[in-house]
């Protein structure tokens, strides 16, 4: 079993709709939360960072955590061509190394 | 204009040959990391420092390796005993002492041996 699993994608989403994106973990005693975005050739973008439970809000992003289901999500609103792109979640486990999925494509269709 | 630099963009070698990967920051970080990261798949870390002259190996060290002798500079040597080198290789930083556990990466160093 993998440290941490996402879906690979791709996930099409229309222009302006909600993009909802996935990740679970296998490490109970992980703390800390990250989702980064990659364009195609280009290196990983850290877009939001979680710690506790619940909903975090930065713009058009709101990541999710929920450390009982082990699980963290990352919500885009109105979603938009330039946001087609790969997006990798990250997670720093109990022996505080970070671990990243394999990453989800989103493809943001006009 | 804080931030990691990676060179080069683009490097072409061949077989049996070593190469080194460079990376600097001026963010002041503490820790560093390489990330090696093949087609279709996440993120996988070949050595991490912690502080200058100090470095562990990651979960794919073979093959590789590195040097920390500036705390803005951390270097990958990618030996002939690689087996599969070609790759885009990332170098990251961050600031755990200050309680700040992201990663900021570098623009990355696609590599590819013939």
């Known amino acids: 079993q993998k440290e941490v699993e996402q879906n690979s994608g791709p996930l099409s989403v229309p222009e302006g709709a909600i993009a909802s994106l996935n990740c679970t973990y296998s490490?109970?005693?992980?703390?800390?939360f990250f989702w980064y975005r990659q364009y195609s050739g280009k290196s990983p973008e850290l877009i939001m960072f979680?710690?506790?439970?619940g909903d975090k809000e930065d713009g058009r992003f709101t990541a999710q955590l929920n450390k009982a289901s082990q699980y963290v999500s990352l919500l885009i609103r109105d979603s938009q061509p330039s946001d087609s792109a790969t997006y990798l979640c990250?997670?720093?486990?109990?022996?505080?190394?970070?671990?990243f999925g394999a990453g989800t494509q989103v493809v943001v269709t006009p | 204009d804080g931030g990691i630099t990676q060179s080069p963009k683009y490097l072409f070698r061949k077989e049996g040959q070593n190469v080194t990967l460079s990376c600097e920051q001026n963010?002041?970080?503490?820790?560093m990391y390489w990330y090696r990261q093949d087609p279709g798949q996440g993120l996988r870390l070949i050595y991490y420092?912690?502080?200058?002259?100090?470095?562990q190996k990651g979960d794919i060290a073979e093959g590789y390796s590195v040097s920390r002798e500036k705390k803005e500079s951390f270097p990958l040597t990618v030996t002939s005993a690689q087996k599969n080198p070609t790759a885009f290789y990332l170098c990251?930083?961050?600031?755990?002492?200050?309680?700040?556990?992201?990663?900021?990466f570098g623009p990355g160093t696609r590599l590819t041996v013939t």
């Open positions: 990251a930083s961050s600031d755990p002492g200050q309680g700040s556990y992201e990663q900021y």
């Open positions: 490490d109970r005693g992980s703390q800390s």
């Open positions: 979680i710690y506790s439970n």
């Open positions: 990250a997670v720093i486990d109990s022996w505080g190394k970070l671990q």
């Open positions: 963010l002041n970080h503490d820790a």
């Open positions: 420092s912690q502080i200058v002259n100090d470095f």
